[in-house]
């Protein structure tokens, strides 16, 4: 968790992280270190879109942008630039050109190469920043994105992929809360809270498979604690898409159904859920699903990936002693 020292008080009390693990503010930044992982993410994502394409499998990627790549203007006395964000510069070639002059026509010559990874990119940064004076897209208190910004990312997203996106989120249940704090807010003492609107929404998609650490922490009631190595599975019946979808995700996503995860269940029929940056091939191979699709924060563009990850390894070697242990109280590793 955040906490305060890493948090930014802006513009009518949004709260935007600046530090933490991923020490975010510090990558709006041009310099070697950047240049090199904005190019090591392109050539992940030409390979991942090249390596699937040969297994007949359709490949997007998703960046989830940074509350300060959007909400830059309520910044409160600290300047970023937020066309500096990973994002942004991973979806605009001028970006690299700016950095190293002099290696500009072996950049055009690399690119023309390999055109395929921008259409790889799905930009939710574009429609986002246009209608982020609109409606609040993410929490004031949060860093995730609020119901509306999941709403216009699944629709970009569904555009993207060719999907008809479910209509009646907006109709489904939703209870108001008046003092809610996201994980920005908490960290603070006391808590700064907001009201807002928790949607249900989940309703066609029944979850068929939940890997067994989901659910030793679920029955725990440490569900939150959770993150790399989760694993479900959702199925929907009276889905009109029939096409199986493998998401490999983050926090934004989630395994519980309250993010991007479950919007797609109720509009595939069959979506399988591994929160990870990195990708398993063995298991896209045994699963073999229609569409792979991958979801990141943009602060993880500074964490390099050599997708050589495998989901049954990672989950025996960093939970198999708590599963052993069997239910408790304890803390969890």
């Avoid at 041009?30 to 394409?53: M, N």
């Avoid at 510069?89 to 950049?107: K, V």
């Avoid at 809610?180 to 066609?204: I, K």
Wanted: charged share 25%.
């Amino acid at each position: 968790m955040a906490t305060s020292v890493e948090v930014h008080i802006g513009k009518r009390d949004w709260l935007f992280l600046l530090q933490g693990t991923n020490n975010v503010s510090s990558q709006y930044v041009r310099s070697p270190e950047a240049q090199f992982l904005l190019i090591h993410w392109r050539l992940i994502v030409a390979q991942r879109e090249r390596r699937l394409r040969a297994l007949g499998i359709p490949y997007k990627h998703i960046l989830m942008p940074e509350k300060i790549t959007i909400y830059d203007h309520l910044l409160d006395g600290l300047r970023i630039d937020w066309r500096l964000s990973p994002a942004f510069r991973l979806l605009h070639e001028d970006a690299y050109y700016t950095l190293f002059p002099l290696r500009r026509m072996n950049l055009v010559n690399y690119i023309r190469r390999n055109l395929r990874w921008r259409a790889t990119l799905i930009d939710l940064i574009a429609p986002m920043r246009q209608q982020r004076d609109m409606q609040n897209l993410f929490y004031r208190t949060d860093s995730h994105l609020s119901f509306a910004g999941r709403l216009l990312a699944y629709r970009e997203i569904c555009g993207a992929i060719g999907a008809e996106p479910v209509r009646d989120f907006e109709e489904r249940p939703a209870t108001y809360h008046a003092g809610w704090a996201g994980d920005l807010g908490m960290a603070f003492d006391p808590p700064r809270y907001e009201g807002t609107m928790l949607h249900a929404l989940q309703r066609d998609a029944v979850r068929v498979y939940a890997s067994p650490i989901v659910e030793h922490r679920e029955r725990r009631g440490l569900s939150g604690t959770l993150h790399t190595g989760a694993h479900v599975i959702y199925r929907n019946a009276r889905a009109t898409d029939p096409r199986r979808v493998m998401l490999f995700g983050d926090s934004y996503a989630n395994f519980a159904p309250i993010g991007l995860t479950i919007m797609l269940a109720e509009t595939f029929r069959e979506v399988h859920f591994i929160w990870s940056t990195q990708l398993d091939y063995d298991h896209i191979a045994q699963v073999r699903p229609d569409l792979v699709l991958t979801e990141m924060s943009e602060r993880f563009v500074f964490r390099p990936s050599k997708d050589d990850w495998n989901l049954a390894q990672y989950v025996s070697q960093r939970y198999d002693a708590e599963l052993a242990a069997g239910p408790d109280d304890g803390p969890c590793a």
